[in-house]
């Protein structure tokens, strides 16, 4: 998400971390089912590599991991459809809503329905994913370590970009590279606080404080659907706005 540090304020608004860390159980869960289907062997799925690299940032418990993939080479496990939705929210504020659904009315239904509570409207595939760029990011806490050896380390696992501040370290890098460069990192830095294929952003767009609320709103209500499993947006909040809303 744009401004990465101010949508996980936004998170953190909600509280309720337990809530939180079983919805991302979840989420990693049914990306495991996924890419499970192709094969448990992660050397030969690049899909499975990247969502186990994904839970074992989340720190998900092994016996969670290990239950999933025995369910898949039996042949079990819940059949879910990917479908991604795009569309303008408050601002002109562009939004890819990335869903696992086993019901795709209804989640079409749902999503439709935020979008339009929230003065949104959902657009044809394709009508604002030119606007993001696909690629690998994993995320450090400033703690991690220091702006020139996440820098020095990232560049040598072959990652394109790296963005340090307070707030902590971004690196990011082309999808084919992302399970070299996450592993590089992890095995350098241990586990990151989050890492994935995401959609990043070509341009910021600033929303005003009355666009901004109603623009948490929607993204709340997306984040809370259990269909739904990720949220990108090029809206750029300015901290001074953030802190009355938070």
């Given at each position: 998400?744009?401004?990465?540090?101010?949508?996980?304020?936004?998170?953190?608004?909600?509280?309720?971390?337990?809530?939180?860390?079983?919805?991302?159980?979840?989420?990693?869960?049914?990306?495991?089912?996924?890419?499970?289907?192709?094969?448990?062997?992660?050397?030969?799925?690049?899909?499975?590599?990247?969502?186990?690299?994904?839970?074992?940032?989340?720190?998900?418990?092994?016996?969670?991991?290990?239950?999933?993939?025995?369910?898949?080479?039996?042949?079990?496990?819940?059949?879910?459809?990917?479908?991604?939705?795009?569309?303008?929210?408050?601002?002109?504020?562009?939004?890819?809503?990335?869903?696992?659904?086993?019901?795709?009315?209804?989640?079409?239904?749902?999503?439709?329905?935020?979008?339009?509570?929230?003065?949104?409207?959902?657009?044809?595939?394709?009508?604002v994913s030119f606007m993001f760029d696909r690629v690998g990011q994993v995320v450090y806490p400033a703690e991690a370590t220091d702006?020139?050896?996440?820098?020095?380390?990232?560049?040598?696992?072959?990652?394109?970009?790296?963005?340090?501040?307070?707030?902590?370290?971004?690196?990011?890098?082309?999808?084919?590279?992302?399970?070299?460069?996450?592993?590089?990192?992890?095995?350098?830095?241990?586990?990151?606080?989050?890492?994935?294929?995401?959609?990043?952003?070509?341009?910021?767009?600033?929303?005003?404080?009355?666009?901004?609320?109603?623009?948490?709103?929607?993204?709340?209500?997306?984040?809370?659907?259990?269909?739904?499993?990720?949220?990108?947006?090029?809206?750029?909040?300015?901290?001074?706005?953030?802190?009355?809303?938070?």
């Amino acid at each position: 998400m744009a401004g990465h540090s101010k949508f996980k304020n936004i998170q953190h608004r909600k509280g309720a971390q337990d809530k939180k860390r079983a919805k991302i159980f979840g989420r990693l869960i049914k990306e495991l089912t996924v890419a499970a289907r192709s094969g448990t062997d992660p050397d030969s799925n690049p899909r499975l590599r990247t969502a186990l690299a994904a839970a074992r940032s989340a720190n998900m418990p092994k016996d969670n991991i290990e239950r999933v993939l025995k369910r898949a080479e039996g042949g079990e496990g819940e059949a879910y459809d990917e479908i991604r939705y795009e569309g303008y929210g408050p601002g002109g504020t562009a939004l890819i809503v990335e869903s696992l659904t086993d019901n795709r009315n209804r989640t079409a239904s749902e999503v439709r329905a935020a979008f339009n509570k929230f003065g949104g409207s959902l657009g044809e595939t394709g009508s604002v994913s030119f606007m993001f760029d696909r690629v690998g990011q994993v995320v450090y806490p400033a703690e991690a370590t220091d702006a020139d050896s996440m820098f020095e380390a990232a560049l040598d696992a072959g990652a394109d970009n790296v963005e340090s501040d307070d707030n902590g370290h971004e690196i990011t890098c082309a999808t084919e590279d992302y399970n070299r460069v996450s592993e590089a990192l992890f095995a350098a830095f241990g586990a990151p606080e989050e890492a994935g294929l995401v959609w990043k952003p070509q341009n910021t767009i600033e929303v005003n404080e009355a666009q901004a609320s109603t623009l948490i709103k929607l993204l709340d209500v997306l984040d809370d659907n259990d269909d739904v499993q990720s949220i990108a947006s090029n809206f750029d909040i300015p901290d001074e706005i953030m802190a009355k809303l938070a």
